[in-house]
């Protein structure tokens, strides 16, 4: 049986890859500071955890001094925090922040774990791609290696990545028309995607939703096929699995969201950011219905984060999962080889 974390032996087999993490740590910050980014650090305790309905917070209470116990949550991302940043006018902003993810424990999951978010003002979604793709050459070279791996699997940060919308995607490694199935509006239909997923061998139950259908496809079809020999940038997202993001111009099916893929492991997601306060509330209110339909629970809204909205100019921002780059840089089998003190558990 394999020793704890902490006993001396185990420590030196892993010392080596926690070394490399610092590393890359360190050249992703220079890399920053040479662009004016201003590194903030958002407090974790918030009054909502995020409302996207299938992520899990962790919950406690705050006691105030007339003892009265007050609902917080441990945050899921620093995205509400940064955001009221930008719209108190900064312009350019970075934060590795530790986050909390309930539900979340495995190979590439730990419940809690570090986030790099950064954020650009005034500047087109698709330069994030760009910073994205040089971060993995950093960490590439930080960690000694020359490519990113992942259980026999690998891609060169150093090849021009992959531009793919989500509907390419899975007209090609699942056969399935996606944009036949959603409304100009966006709206989307359960029934004209049920028999495509069946089609293609995924597995499909009689109350799945579009969006559940949409997700087993894409991590049994789509997302080991990506990343494999050269970076993805999985583009265009479906409107309806966007709720932070601003439609593309012209096409309301799709929004400006992307997610970045390295040996078919999802690294970052990127968003052109939505800035109507009205919009996101109804979004927020859709997430939550649904989260209420499938676990029996709902977050709050931050009405703070709603009003600032409204004075955040136009935006790009997207989180990389730091410890998965450090996985895939190092080549670690498990997110807890590349975390210095690993949740216990």
Request: charged share 25%; aromatic share 8%; net charge negative.
């Amino acid at each position: 049986m394999e020793g704890a974390w902490w006993e001396r032996g185990r420590h030196a087999d892993r010392r080596g890859v926690l070394l490399a993490r610092n590393r890359i740590q360190a050249a992703i910050r220079g890399w920053l500071a040479e662009r004016d980014f201003v590194e903030v650090d958002p407090v974790a305790l918030q009054v909502s955890p995020g409302n996207e309905a299938h992520l899990h917070a962790f919950a406690t209470e705050a006691i105030g001094n007339d003892g009265v116990a007050r609902r917080m949550y441990l945050h899921t991302s620093p995205e509400f925090a940064m955001k009221k940043l930008l719209a108190a006018g900064e312009t350019r902003i970075a934060a590795f922040a530790h986050v909390w993810r309930n539900r979340e424990r495995g190979a590439l999951h730990s419940p809690e774990f570090t986030m790099l978010e950064w954020y650009r003002v005034a500047e087109d979604y698709a330069v994030l791609m760009e910073d994205t793709a040089a971060f993995l050459r950093l960490a590439v070279r930080a960690a000694g290696s020359e490519v990113l791996r992942f259980r026999g699997r690998a891609c060169d940060p150093f090849q021009p990545y992959e531009r793919l919308s989500v509907a390419e995607a899975f007209a090609r490694h699942a056969g399935v028309d996606l944009l036949a199935t959603i409304g100009p509006d966006g709206e989307t239909d359960a029934g004209a995607l049920r028999g495509q997923v069946q089609a293609a061998g995924v597995r499909v139950a009689g109350d799945d939703t579009w969006s559940d259908m949409l997700s087993r496809c894409l991590s049994e079809k789509v997302e080991p096929q990506l990343g494999l020999g050269r970076i993805t940038m999985l583009d265009r997202y479906p409107a309806a699995e966007a709720a932070l993001a601003r439609p593309v111009a012209g096409d309301g099916r799709v929004a400006e969201r992307f997610e970045v893929y390295a040996c078919g492991v999802e690294l970052a997601n990127g968003f052109g950011e939505l800035t109507n306060p009205a919009e996101q509330r109804r979004r927020f209110g859709l997430e939550m219905d649904e989260k209420a339909r499938v676990y029996g629970e709902r977050y709050p809204l931050d009405e703070d984060f709603l009003a600032a909205l409204g004075h955040m100019p136009d935006a790009s921002g997207i989180a990389l999962g730091f410890d998965r780059l450090v996985m895939l840089a190092t080549g670690a089998p498990r997110i807890d080889d590349v975390i210095w003190v690993p949740v216990a558990g």
